[in-house]
Nanobody
Framework: QVQLVESGGGLVQAGGSLRLSCAASGRTFRTYAMGWFRQAPGKERDFVAV????????DYAGSVRGRFTISRDDAKNTVYLQMNSLKPEDTAVYYC??????????????????WGQGTQVTVSS
């Protein structure tokens, strides 16, 4: 069982930055691929970024590539999402998710086994 707790959301002006954190419980954290998703009001939950176990590989949605960076610190059981050059369209609830895999990562939400409760990010114009 893995429990995920996100933090770091808030209100920021367009062009600003935020860093989201996701703290995970469980001794097997390093064997999970970790992803970030987001959901705006009235929209589906969309893939943002994913990092494989040991941080060997990352993948990003086209809309955030070059602005967002995903990283992980397995010693702290924490995954991060650094968000720069934020835009109003980045406004959403951001969710951290864990997928039990040491070989692959996925952009598909249903592939993930555990989810956090979400943290709100609001970008004003």
């Amino acid at each position: 069982q893995v429990q995920l707790v996100e933090s770091g959301g808030g209100l920021v002006q367009a062009g600003g930055s935020l860093r989201l954190s996701c703290a995970a419980s469980g001794r097997t954290f390093r064997t999970y691929a970790m992803g970030w998703f987001r959901q705006a009001p009235g929209k589906e939950r969309d893939f943002v970024a994913v990092i494989t176990w040991r941080g060997g590989s990352t993948d990003y949605a086209g809309s955030v590539r070059g602005r967002f960076t995903i990283s992980r610190d397995d010693a702290k059981n924490t995954v991060y999402l650094q968000m720069n050059s934020l835009k109003p369209e980045d406004t959403a609830v951001y969710y951290c998710a864990a997928m039990r895999s040491v070989t692959t990562a996925s952009r598909v939400a249903r592939a993930y086994d555990y989810w956090g409760q979400g943290t709100q990010v609001t970008v004003s114009s």
